[in-house]
């Protein structure tokens, strides 16, 4: 798993929807993850790759799907990004905490609420990005 940072307008509310958790047999709201990166800019990079596209059969058939507006999350201006909330990003991202004033607020709510002190909360904004686990591979013996 990894985290980032967004920033987020105010009052903003990370959609939801209702989705069967088999090992509670039943119903619970969850959160849609959706992506982080712009909408606009996957597109414009989507629709350059396939006016580029000179290999064979349709582009759609080689290539994913055309971006969804429905999985990304809104693209604010910058002045209205005010508000600090942390992310997992394993998924494409679903929301740690609340959208929160200040990054101690931020990092306060996560810290109480999952693993990790609030110091390593207040380094993941910081950093605006961290992963949770990074694999070394040991030298060989020879």
């Known amino acids: 798993m990894s985290y980032s940072l967004r920033m987020v307008k105010k009052g903003w509310e990370h ?7 088999l090992k509670e047999r ?3 709201e969850k959160y849609i993850p959706l992506c982080g990166r712009s909408y606009t800019q996957d597109l414009q990079e989507w629709m350059d790759e396939r006016a580029a596209w000179k290999g064979e059969g349709p582009y759609e ?3 994913e799907d055309a971006p969804q507006y429905s999985l990304y999350m809104p693209e ?5 990004k005010t508000h600090y909330q942390i992310y ?3 998924s494409e991202g679903t929301p740690l905490c609340p959208p ?14 999952f693993e990790g ?5 207040l380094f993941v904004i910081e950093q605006k ?3 949770s686990l990074v694999y070394i591979k040991p030298p060989s013996k020879s």
């Open 117 to 121: 002190s609030v110091d390593y909360w």
């Open 88 to 90: 997992e990003t394993i």
């Open 76 to 80: 604010w201006s910058e002045e209205e």
């Open 100 to 113: 929160c004033e200040t990054p101690e607020e931020a990092a306060r709510y996560v810290s109480e609420n």
């Open 26 to 28: 039943a119903y619970k």
């Open 61 to 63: 058939e080689y290539a």
């Open 15 to 21: 959609p939801t929807e209702y989705r069967y958790v």
């Open 129 to 131: 990005w961290v992963p």
